[in-house]
């Protein structure tokens, strides 16, 4: 748990972010003292700081809180190996889905064409480019066949709390993982609509037109006894999905 450097909070729906202050507080109880991002609506770090002041309880890190909005994709964080951006979605209240993306990996040089053609630093970078490299003897080490393609980036989206909305769609166009809320069945349609939900086959239409890899349904209403119903629904729009349960664990292949 104290390897979480970063929370983003999709809206303010109590199901949705009150675990936030449990969480919190347990960090500090760990002995946590590196810096915390948050991202979540603009009211939520005042919420953060009115529950710790009425508890006169002290913080041992850094909260570095960002706002989200939702009007446009944001990036809310990159690094050298991830980014992390935010999407509107259509809910009751601001609500934004996430989107963390795997960067580009470079191509890595096949070993035994190092130890074999001797290769020096400067042809290793010149390959890892992607380019040929002309030697002094007259031959030519193809990029093609001394280098391994890198494996495909990949992609999480997260969409929830919304109701069906094409855009979401366009947002996260070829993500490997799509978690779609299906909170209703496709029977319930005009409450989905009425509160701002989705129902499975929504969801599961969502996940066909971005052309995603793998979707994972959930926030399934309480009045269902499980998922089953809501699954089959999704699978027949959009065959590889699943339904999300807790401690779940998916994981997200490289593809080639
Ligand atoms: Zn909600």
Same mark, same amino acid.
């Given at each position: 748990?104290?390897?979480?450097?970063?929370?983003?909070?999709?809206?303010?729906?109590?199901?949705?972010?009150?675990?936030?202050?449990?969480?919190?507080?347990?960090?500090?109880?760990?002995?946590?003292?590196?810096?915390?991002?948050?991202?979540?609506?603009?009211?939520?770090? %005042?919420?953060?700081?009115?529950? @710790? $002041?009425?508890? +006169?309880? *002290?913080? #041992?890190?850094? !909260?570095?809180?960002?706002?989200?909005?939702?009007?446009?994709?944001?990036?809310?964080?990159?690094?050298?190996?991830?980014?992390?951006?935010?999407?509107?979605?259509?809910?009751?209240?601001?609500?934004?889905?996430?989107?963390?993306?795997?960067?580009?990996?470079?191509?890595?040089?096949?070993?035994?064409?190092?130890?074999?053609?001797?290769?020096?630093?400067?042809?290793?970078?010149?390959?890892?480019?992607?380019?040929?490299?002309?030697?002094?003897?007259?031959?030519?080490?193809?990029?093609?066949?001394?280098?391994?393609?890198?494996?495909?980036?990949?992609?999480?989206?997260?969409? %929830?709390?919304?109701?069906?909305? @094409? $855009?979401?769609? +366009?947002? *996260?166009? #070829?993500?490997? !993982?799509?978690?779609?809320?299906?909170?209703?069945?496709?029977?319930?349609?005009?409450?989905?609509?009425?509160?701002?939900?989705?129902?499975?086959?929504?969801?599961?239409?969502?996940?066909?037109?971005?052309?995603?890899?793998?979707?994972?349904?959930?926030?399934?209403?309480?009045?269902?006894?499980?998922?089953?119903?809501?699954?089959?629904?999704?699978?027949?729009?959009?065959?590889?999905?699943?339904?999300?349960?807790?401690?779940?664990?998916?994981?997200?292949?490289?593809?080639?």
């Amino acid at each position: 748990m104290m390897r979480i450097d970063h929370i983003a909070i999709s809206h303010l729906h109590g199901d949705h972010y009150l675990g936030l202050f449990g969480l919190l507080s347990t960090f500090s109880l760990l002995g946590r003292t590196r810096a915390l991002n948050l991202y979540g609506p603009p009211e939520l770090e %005042a919420l953060v700081l009115a529950h @710790e $002041k009425a508890g +006169e309880s *002290v913080r #041992g890190y850094p !909260l570095n809180f960002k706002a989200t909005q939702t009007e446009t994709p944001e990036l809310l964080f990159e690094d050298g190996s991830v980014s992390l951006e935010s999407f509107p979605v259509r809910h009751r209240i601001p609500t934004t889905g996430f989107l963390l993306r795997e960067k580009p990996k470079e191509p890595g040089v096949k070993r035994e064409w190092i130890r074999d053609w001797n290769l020096s630093l400067t042809e290793i970078l010149a390959l890892k480019r992607g380019e040929d490299v002309d030697r002094p003897d007259g031959t030519t080490i193809l990029f093609s066949k001394a280098c391994h393609r890198p494996p495909e980036p990949r992609s999480y989206a997260f969409a %929830a709390d919304t109701r069906y909305w @094409e $855009k979401v769609a +366009e947002w *996260v166009q #070829g993500v490997s !993982l799509l978690y779609h809320e299906a909170t209703f069945d496709a029977a319930m349609k005009d409450r989905a609509v009425k509160t701002y939900h989705s129902t499975a086959v929504q969801a599961a239409r969502i996940a066909a037109q971005a052309k995603v890899r793998q979707l994972v349904i959930g926030h399934v209403s309480a009045r269902y006894e499980n998922a089953d119903a809501l699954l089959e629904e999704a699978q027949e729009v959009f065959p590889n999905t699943v339904a999300a349960c807790d401690g779940l664990v998916l994981e997200v292949p490289a593809a080639c």
